[in-house]
């Protein structure tokens, strides 16, 4: 369930030489989308290629050159460069070592000169599994969907509805936000996030709970709130799909570890009896359960919500700070509003943004989720698609 936050394609902060260079970053940046590839090794330094293999730089130099053509020209900007192709533009930042080497590139997600979201829906389409997608602008008009009813696995992003949970209850209460919940080992889960390394016992606010479970998609931080809220408070409104409700430490003991009985126990119980079995479960340890690179039972063991229902769960959200922090697949300089969260696991990819380009402007909801249960889903080109797809009904 670890989230892969997928702005960048490649990069590295290396240090930046302060001596005066003899070539021009710019030329440097036309030189790796012109050189022959024999030659391509000749532009970086030793200390990039340990960190970074040849191969890698190939195949993004490719994908560029393959979707943009040719590099016409490198203009500088605030946050860096951008690359002028035949057939449109990508951002990117580069640094030189004094031998004029490169020491630290990164390309950001490009822009077509000319794209439209048919052509957009068919290379998404050509990606192996189901897919859905919902565009909604403002939280009433439609403006592109696919499937966008369909229930999918969604990973992290589940976590948008606990902070919407928390936020209710909160203002139902008239509770604060400063209120102090002890980490528990009861709720220690697995990594993304920080909090499963900190002592038991640390005090922290709900504030401090529900940031973390955003921007790192903290899952000790979701599980000691799905605790704070009450699993049943968190079932209302929600389908058989999500019931029980699970935990993300539930979730990695009952898909990922060894215990086959133990999964086939509640994979074959009815609801209480599945909640029988998530009572036992808190006693267990973690320590043998690894998640692997192959899609398990995404079908199955999951939080299941449609791109329509995440996009409007993102937008009556549009006020929480804990969704800004982190601004997933954009820049969030370039946007009035930027809030993200997205979910990934094998055979499960999902991002939800929310973007307003100034404080006047139509709010977009934009949600695409991809669920493939033979393999892992390509997580590079799903974001690059949808960066491409925010970029057509927003703009970069």
């Known amino acids: 369930m670890r989230v892969y936050l997928l702005v960048a394609i490649l990069i590295f902060s290396l240090f930046i030489s302060t001596t005066v260079l003899a070539v021009s970053e710019e030329e440097v940046l036309k030189d790796i989308f012109r050189v022959e590839a024999d030659n391509l090794e000749s532009l970086f330094a030793a200390s990039f290629l340990e960190q970074v293999s040849l191969n890698q730089i190939e195949a993004i130099v490719n994908q560029y050159g393959g979707a943009l053509g040719a590099v016409q020209a490198v203009e500088k900007n605030e946050s860096g460069y951008s690359l002028q192709f035949e057939r449109g533009t990508a951002p990117a930042q580069i640094s030189l070592n004094e031998k004029d080497k490169i020491i630290g590139l990164w390309f950001g997600n490009y822009t077509l000169a000319e794209d439209n979201l048919d052509a957009i829906l068919a290379d998404l389409k050509e990606l192996p599994g189901q897919l859905s997608i919902s565009v909604i602008k403002n939280n009433q008009e439609k403006v592109f969907s696919y499937h966008d009813q369909k229930k999918l696995a969604v990973g992290s992003t589940f976590k948008l509805h606990v902070l919407k949970k928390l936020y209710d209850q909160l203002e139902a209460a008239d509770k604060n936000w400063s209120e102090v919940v002890e980490l528990e080992e009861k709720n220690k889960s697995l990594a993304s996030g920080i909090l499963q390394d900190w002592p038991s016992g640390t005090p922290l606010t709900l504030r401090t709970l529900s940031n973390l479970m955003i921007s790192q998609s903290d899952n000790t931080a979701a599980d000691h709130l799905i605790d704070y809220l009450g699993r049943e408070k968190l079932e209302t409104g929600l389908d058989d799909l999500n019931l029980p409700f699970l935990k993300t430490r539930e979730f990695f003991i009952l898909k990922f570890s060894d215990d086959n009985q133990l999964r086939q126990e509640y994979l074959n119980s009815n609801l209480e009896e599945k909640r029988d079995v998530l009572a036992e479960l808190s006693g267990r340890n973690l320590e043998n359960i690894s998640v692997g690179n192959e899609p398990v039972l995404i079908e ?97």
Do not use: C, M
């Open 300 to 396: 199955d063991l999951e939080w299941y919500f449609s791109t329509e229902e995440l996009a409007g769960l993102i937008y009556e959200l549009k006020d929480a700070p804990e969704i800004k922090i982190n601004s997933g697949l954009v820049d969030k300089n370039n946007y009035y509003l930027a809030g993200y969260k997205g979910g990934s696991e094998p055979g499960v990819l999902q991002f939800t943004h929310l973007l307003q380009k100034t404080e006047n402007a139509d709010i977009y909801a934009v949600s695409l989720t991809i669920n493939n249960s033979e393999k892992a889903v390509d997580s590079q080109k799903a974001a690059q698609l949808t960066a491409r797809l925010i970029s057509a009904v927003v703009g970069l």
